[in-house]
Every structure is written in structure tokens, then in C-alpha cells.
């Protein structure tokens, strides 16, 4: 019996959900979706951006809504246009086999009077803005008053954009006996106010813990100088050839100065942000969705909920103020089971903020050094070849090519290559000849971030089974230290990273003098220099304070102590969320679109 089947869906769903390709039921459906189908009850589910809760609700409302009858039983709340849209058509994709059966989207920016026309017509669900939804009742378009079911989706994020007088004026044209099913990603304050006031016992479901980033997402941080910001960006975007990012600024006005000096600069990028027109935004979604741009840059407002999945990278240009933010942020990678790298650009008076938002995330940020020019220039040139291989010839040059073969005639293999490339790399190694590594003057991200903690070097990693939680349970157990005494637990394939207080070295490096585990000796170390020294000023070391992740990350297995030193003059610093390959005809080589200016 197929998974779905076990939840009690219908078989017009079941070969929907054929169709659309899912195999299993994701973790927030499995818990929801018996429970909605069986009882007529109110419910509140959290679960991260990304794990399916659209279908969570999507599912049992198709299966619960009569049909037959054209009067409007449903009304779901979502934050933005973008998202309106794309929950319709999902609900549209799960009832294929019910063709009597039409959920009408109804928002801001597009014609009402056509959006009151579709819901005459019969509209049992009606997919809503608060906004628009508003407009809609006032003009007595629409009437929810015998609506059974409403859906408060990513109510966070309504909340957020201040919708919170418009859900309660239009609830209160709902009727009292209908049952409220709200989903969020996370549950801060104003999420739980409105659960109390509006729902009747509902039934929790938290999938992972509340609050906590996707885990398939890592985080990493880049210190730079604040007027550093934008090269910093540029050279994140020129290591990694197949970025597919949202670049996140705090500002409209920021947003279209980043996107504005990117597309200057020759990258295929574009802004996202509320100044925009309707149009506007929608052309610019629509070339981001199909690829077309790479470098999305956005306000948080204006990237609420935009679900596109296969984003690489999400860039934090700037911090937000609030944790939540960053949360959501994030979430934008890492989706459907993927995993995806969130960066920060970050100055060194904004690093406290990234303590904080390691307490709430529960998980660590790896610092890491922006790539240098040597760097940018190999990945950029294997990335040139390797497009070069797989580029299908175009057999309209035949009748050119007795030309070129004469201009070439005299070139070897080989020195037809390196003249070749040398066209690309000049440009990359001229610009990139004589900059700086970017990295602020005097002190590491380190000594800022924790004065009065020590960090640790331990031989057992991924590869030993552990993840960051199932290390800091082994090593509070083994240490006998309180639950915050280990903290920063960062693992990596073979090798992992804790910190304790400073007070706690004696204790720690006793506890591990002679431990065995599974039959193995532990090597724990004080990682070089975590409290002195980089403080002194003079240019920042290059050797990483709390080990580095670097070339050989994956093969060095448990070289202990000397890996630092291999560490020292490092030269690329791995990405992990690295794609190889090209993505297809839409994208050149961002090497080819750069403009010699620069
Ligand atoms: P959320 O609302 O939790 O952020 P979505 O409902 O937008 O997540 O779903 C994220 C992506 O996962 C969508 O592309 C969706 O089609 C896909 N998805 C949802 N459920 C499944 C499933 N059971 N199997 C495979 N993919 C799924
Ligand atoms: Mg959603």
C-alpha cells in the first residue's frame, strides 16, 4: 500500500499526487493530514519552510470540500501575492480528478472585478491576501459567511507584514462553528496570541524542534570591513560560477544599489523590493524562477515565501534585526530535501548578532575567508572547461571554419588551449591582481565572538557517526559539564570543534587524557590560539584560529594537531554547496558575460 494511501487519502488525490511526482508523504503530512481527515478539529502545525505544508492542508481540504456544491467552504490566508498564486495552483495540481472543484486566488494588483467574476462562477475555496480579501468583503464580492474551514498559512509572516487587524476583521466574518488550521514555520509570540484567540483546542504538531533552521542548510560568515561589503559579494558570487541565489538587504534603497552595481558589474542579477510595480515584480519572478537571472536581490518583505526551489545559495548582504528574519531567510535554500549554504557579509560590530542567532538556530556558523584571486580564477577557469566540454557544437560555424583553421593553422593542441583560456583569465587575473584578501584589519572573528571561551580539536567527526547534537550529548555526558558547559559544536567529516569556558580547559583535556571510544584513542587539542594574539593588529593571519575545512578536508582522516599547519597557506576554501556542471542553455558563464570595464 502506498504511504499516501495510509493516510486516508481519496483516489482522485492519490493519482494527483502520482503525477505530481511525490513518493512519500514528508513528515509535517504524515502527522497532519490523518488527523485533519478524521476529525473536525482545530490545528496548529509548525514545521520548518520547505517541508510540504501546503499539501499538509491542501490534501485533506480537497478531500473535505463538497464539489458539487459552488458555494465558497474554504478561505485560506497567505501572506503575499507570490504565495496566493502558488498555493492555488497546488490546489489546482491535487484536484486534477476532481474537475468540479475551483480554488480562486484572489489578490492584490490584479483586477477585482475579474477576481469576482471567478468567484460567481463558483469558487469552493478561495485562496486570499488579507489585503485584497478585505477590499473584497467591503464590496460584498465575495460572502465567507457559511465558509467550514479557514487556513491561516505562514501565519508568521503575515504577522510579520502587519496583517494582524485585517485576519481579525475578516475572521469575524466567518462563522463561529468552522475550523481553523493555521501553519507557520515558526511560533513567535503574535503567532500563538492569535491560535488562542481564534481556534478552539487545537490540536499541536511541531515537526523538529520550534524555531530551528532547516538542518540542511550550513552557515557560514565572512568578516569584512562594512565599505567591503560589495566587493565581498562579488567575490562570493565569482567562486562559485553556478550560484542560484537571493541576496537579502535591509533596504529598498540598498536592494536596487546592490542589484543596480551587479548588473554594471556583469552579473545576471536583478531587484526585488516593494517600489517596484506589480509588473515589475512579476517579470522579475518569472526570469528568476526560469533561471534566467542567478542573483536575486530582495528586501525581506518583498521575498516573503517566494518558493523556488533549487536556490544554492542565500546571501545576507546585511543582517536583519530580528532572528525570526534570518530564519526565514535562510529557509529560502535548502528545500525539498536539498541542501543549501546561507552566507553572511559581516562586519565586525555585527558579530554578537551572530551569536545570538547560532543560540536560536541551534547550530553553528563556519567562518570562513573570502576566496582569494587565485582561487576565483581556478574555479572560474574549470568552470569554463568544463562548459566547454559539455557544450554541444553548433554545426552552424561549419562554413566558417576553413577561415579559422587557416588564422589557427599553426598551433598546437596545447597552445590553442592556453591561448584560449588566457582570453578569460586575463581579464579575472588583472582585476583581481593586485586586491587585497578583504579581511579586516587587527583580530579574528574569534577573539571577538568569544574572549572568554576556549575551543577545542576532537579526531571524531560525521565519519564516526556524530552529528553536532549527538556530540555535544557525548561530550556533556563525558565531561560531566552543565547543559550549556559545550557549546559551538561544529562537525565536520572526521574531525569536530567544541567550545567551553576558558575555566573548563584543565577539566576537558584531563577527561580526554586516555578515552577510548568504540576502540579508538580520542585526540582532543586546544585549538591554536583561541583567546590571544590575532588581537595585536597588523594584518589579519592567514592560518584559520579554529581549523580550517579546506582542500583537505575530506581525505585527511585524523591527522590531529598537524592539519593546522597544512591549513596555513591554504588556498581555496571549500564550498560545499558547490553544483558542478552547467545549468543549461539560459546561463552562460558568468565569465563570459563580464564586461572588461573592470
Ligand atoms: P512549505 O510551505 O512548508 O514551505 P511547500 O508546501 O511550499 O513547503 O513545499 C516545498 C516543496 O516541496 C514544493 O516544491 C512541493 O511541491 C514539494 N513537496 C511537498 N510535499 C512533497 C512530498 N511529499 N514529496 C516530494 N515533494 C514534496
Ligand atoms: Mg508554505
New binding site residues.
Given amino acids: 500500500m502506498n504511504k499516501f494511501q495510509e493516510l486516508g487519502l481519496n483516489s482522485s488525490i492519490l493519482k494527483a499526487i502520482e503525477d ?1 511526482g ?5 513528515e ?2 504524515e502527522k497532519t493530514i490523518p488527523i485533519l481527515l478524521d476529525e473536525d478539529t482545530d490545528m496548529v502545525a509548525l ?9 499538509a492542508f491542501g490534501f485533506p481540504l480537497i478531500q473535505k470540500i463538497d464539489p458539487k456544491s459552488k458555494h465558497t467552504q474554504a478561505l485560506i490566508l497567505s501572506p503575499t501575492r507570490e504565495l496566493c498564486l ?1 498555493i492555488t495552483n ?1 490546489l489546482k495540481n491535487y484536484s486534477k480528478y476532481e474537475p468540479s472543484l475551483h480554488p480562486v486566488a484572489v489578490y492584490g494588483g490584479a483586477s477585482i472585478t475579474e477576481q469576482a467574476k471567478q468567484i460567481e462562477r463558483g469558487a469552493q475555496i478561495i485562496v486570499a491576501t488579507p489585503g485584497r480579501m478585505q477590499d473584497m468583503i467591503r464590496r460584498k464580492l465575495t460572502d465567507i459567511s457559511k465558509i467550514e474551514y479557514c487556513v491561516l498559512d505562514e501565519a508568521d509572516e503575515m504577522l510579520n507584514m502587519g496583517f494582524y487587524e485585517d485576519i481579525t476583521a475578516i475572521l469575524s466574518h466567518t462563522p463561529k462553528e468552522k475550523n481553523t488550521w493555521l501553519f507557520s ?1 515558526t511560533m513567535p509570540k503574535e503567532v500563538a496570541t492569535i491560535a488562542k484567540k481564534f481556534m478552539r483546542n487545537p490540536v499541536e504538531v511541531t515537526v523538529g524542534s520550534k524555531n530551528m533552521g532547516a538542518t540542511n542548510v550550513s552557515h557560514e560568515f565572512y568578516l569584512v570591513n562594512a565599505r567591503d561589503r560589495y566587493a565581498a559579494l562579488k567575490r562570493l558570487a565569482d567562486a562559485n560560477p553556478d550560484i542560484f541565489s537571493v541576496i537579502f538587504c535591509r533596504t529598498k534603497r540598498d536592494t536596487q544599489k546592490v542589484a543596480e552595481r551587479l548588473i554594471e558589474d556583469g552579473y545576471s542579477a536583478a531587484a526585488l523590493h516593494g517600489d517596484l510595480s506589480q509588473n515589475q515584480r512579476d517579470l522579475v519572478m518569472k526570469s528568476f524562477r526560469t533561471r534566467q537571472i542567478q542573483m536575486l536581490v530582495a528586501t525581506d518583505v518583498a521575498a516573503r515565501g517566494i ?1 523556488v ?1 533549487d536556490i544554492t545559495h542565500v546571501i545576507n548582504y546585511q543582517l536583519p534585526d530580528e532572528v525570526e528574519t534570518y530564519t526565514h531567510r535562510s529557509g529560502r535554500t535548502g ?2 530535501g536539498k541542501t543549501g549554504t546561507s552566507m553572511v557579509i559581516v562586519s565586525k560590530s555585527e558579530l554578537r548578532k551572530i551569536k545570538s542567532i547560532e543560540r536560536i538556530i541551534k547550530q553553528s556558523f563556519d567562518e570562513k575567508q573570502l576566496p582569494d584571486g587565485k582561487d576565483i580564477c581556478r574555479v572560474q577557469l574549470l568552470h569554463l572547461a568544463n562548459d566547454i566540454k559539455n557544450t554541444e557544437i553548433n554545426h552552424d560555424i561549419d562554413t566558417y571554419l576553413p577561415n579559422i583553421n587557416k588564422v589557427l593553422e599553426d598551433f598546437s593542441k596545447e597552445e590553442l588551449i592556453k591561448k584560449f583560456f588566457s582570453v578569460e583569465f586575463t581579464r579575472f587575473s588583472n582585476y583581481y591582481k593586485h586586491a587585497s584578501d578583504l579581511a579586516p584589519v587587527s583580530g579574528g572573528a574569534n577573539v571577538d565572538l568569544d574572549p572568554n571561551s576556549t575551543r577545542y580539536f576532537m579526531n571524531v567527526g560525521k565519519k564516526d557517526g556524530f552529528d553536532w547534537m549527538s556530540l555535544k550529548d557525548f561530550l556533556k555526558d563525558a565531561l560531566q559539564l552543565g547543559k550549556d558547559g559545550v557549546f559551538k559544536v561544529d562537525v565536520k567529516d572526521s574531525f569536530s570543534f567544541f567550545n567551553t569556558e576558558n575555566s573548563e580547559t584543565d577539566k576537558v583535556l584531563n577527561a580526554f587524557n586516555d578515552f577510548e571510544y568504540q576502540g579508538r584513542k580520542i585526540n582532543v587539542e586546544v585549538t591554536k590560539n583561541s583567546n590571544n594574539g590575532g588581537a595585536k593588529g597588523g594584518r589579519r593571519r592567514k592560518g584559520r584560529k579554529d581549523g580550517g575545512f579546506g582542500k583537505s578536508d575530506s581525505k585527511s582522516g585524523n591527522k590531529g594537531r598537524s592539519r593546522f599547519k597544512d591549513d596555513k597557506d591554504t588556498g581555496f576554501k571549500g564550498k560545499k554547496g558547490k553544483r558542478s556542471g552547467s545549468r543549461g542553455k539560459n546561463i552562460e558563464s558568468s565569465i563570459k558575460r563580464r564586461k572588461s570595464k573592470k
Fill in positions: 505530481m511525490f513518493k512519500s508523504p514528508s509535517v503530512q514545521a520548518q519552510t520547505g517541508t510540504g505544508k501546503t499539501a502558488q497546488e514555520a518558493d526551489d528545500r525539498a
